[in-house]
C-alpha cells in the first residue's frame, strides 16, 4: 500500500444525512481523503454508498451536512468544487458507434482547455493508445471501463471516483485495474473507490470507511483495523476440559463460541480438541508454558488475522456482503 504523498485533504465529508419522505436514507457519513491514497468505500448493496457517492458529485442535494472539494463547499459553489473531480457513478455510457478517441473528444467539448493532446495523454495513462482508434462496439467490458476512467481523468482532477468499479470484470480485468488504481495514486491522484467486494478493498485500499444500514461504522488504515480485531487465538489442547479451565479461569482471556471471525478453511480444520479465545498476545507462552507444566499437552497455537470480510461480519452482526 502506499503512503500519503502528502497531508493534503482532497476530499471532506462531515454528517451528511439524506431524508427522503420520512426516512432517513443516509443518516451520517463522515471522513476525509487525502492526496495519494486509494480509499475504500466499504458496504453491502443498499448500504447507502450510490446514494452518498451522488451527493458527493452534486448529483442530489443532503438533506444535512457539508461536502468540500479542495476546499470548496460542492454544494454551494459546485463549478469550483467540481473542476477537481472525475468520476464514474455506476456503469460508463459510452457512444459504441464511435470509437474511443471520438468518444474522449466528445466529452472533451464539455470541460474548458482540454486539448487534443491532453487526449492522447489519459489515453496512454489507461493504456489504451493501441486501440483508442477503434469503434467501442468492439471493446471489452475491461476497455470500456478503462475508457470511462480517461473520460474521468480528462480536466486533469484531484480526486477520481470509481463507484463500484470491478462490476462484471473478469479476474485479470480486475487485477489490471487494481494497478492502473495504484498507478495514479502514486502519482498524486486521490481516489475513492466505492465497493461491496471486501477482497479488492483489502487488496486495493489504504485506508476504509466502512457503512452499513447508512451510517459509517469506523474509518481507518486496513491493517490498523484488522490489527485491532487480531487478539483471537485457536488452540488445541489434550485433554480439552483441562486446558479450557486454566484458559478460562484468566481474568484478561475470553473463551468465544462464535466463529464469524475465523475463515472457512480453518473452521473446517478445527478438530475436537480445538478452544477458541480472545486474548493478548503477549500471554500465549505465558499460557503454553503454564499449561506444559500442569500436565496439559498444547498441540497446537495459532494467532488469528481476520480478514475485513470477518470484521464486517462481526461489526454488522452478519449482513450479507460477498
Not at 475436537?272 to 500465549?284: F, R, S, Y
Amino acid at each position: 500500500m502506499s503512503e500519503y504523498l502528502s497531508e493534503e485533504i482532497v476530499l471532506s465529508v462531515k454528517h451528511l444525512k439524506k431524508k427522503i419522505g420520512r426516512k432517513w436514507i443516509i443518516k451520517d457519513v463522515t471522513f476525509e481523503v487525502h492526496a495519494g491514497e486509494i480509499f475504500g468505500f466499504l458496504g453491502p448493496n443498499g448500504a447507502g454508498k450510490t446514494t452518498t457517492i451522488r451527493m458527493l458529485v452534486d448529483l442530489i442535494k443532503p438533506t444535512e451536512g457539508v461536502v468540500e472539494v479542495c476546499g470548496y463547499p460542492v454544494h454551494q459553489k459546485p463549478e469550483q468544487a467540481l473542476r477537481y473531480v472525475g468520476s464514474i457513478v455506476e456503469n460508463p455510457e459510452m457512444y459504441n458507434y464511435l470509437t474511443g478517441f471520438e468518444n474522449l473528444e466528445h466529452f472533451a467539448r464539455m470541460l474548458p482547455d482540454v486539448t487534443e493532446e491532453r487526449i492522447y495523454d489519459v489515453t496512454k495513462t489507461v493504456g489504451l493508445d493501441q486501440r483508442i482508434h477503434d469503434k467501442v462496439s468492439t471493446y471489452s467490458l475491461g476497455m470500456r471501463q478503462r475508457l470511462g476512467i480517461a473520460q474521468a481523468l480528462l480536466g486533469n482532477p484531484k480526486l477520481l471516483i470509481l463507484d463500484e468499479p470491478t462490476n462484471g470484470l473478469d479476474p485479470k480485468g480486475i487485477k489490471e485495474l487494481r494497478a492502473f488504481i495504484k498507478k495514479l495514486a502514486e502519482e498524486g491522484l486521490a481516489v475513492l473507490v466505492s465497493s461491496h467486494l471486501l477482497s479488492e478493498i483489502q487488496l486495493l485500499c489504504d485506508r476504509v470507511a466502512i457503512i452499513n444500514n447508512g451510517e459509517v461504522l469506523t474509518v481507518g488504515k486496513v491493517d490498523e483495523l484488522i490489527g485491532e480485531h487480531s487478539n483471537i487465538t485457536v488452540w488445541n489442547l489434550n485433554p480439552l476440559d483441562e486446558g479450557a479451565r486454566w484458559l478460562t479461569n484468566h481474568p484478561k482471556i475470553k473463551r468465544l463460541r462464535d466463529t464469524t471471525m475465523l475463515d472457512d478453511t480453518l473452521i473446517a480444520n478445527l478438530g475436537p480438541n480445538a478452544i477458541i479465545t480472545e486474548m493478548p498476545e503477549e500471554l500465549v507462552s505465558q499460557m503454553v508454558k503454564t499449561m506444559v507444566i500442569a500436565g496439559v499437552k498444547v498441540e497446537g497455537v495459532q494467532r488469528v488475522h481476520p480478514t475485513l470480510e470477518q470484521l464486517f461480519l462481526r461489526m454488522t452482526e452478519g449482513e450479507s456482503i460477498e
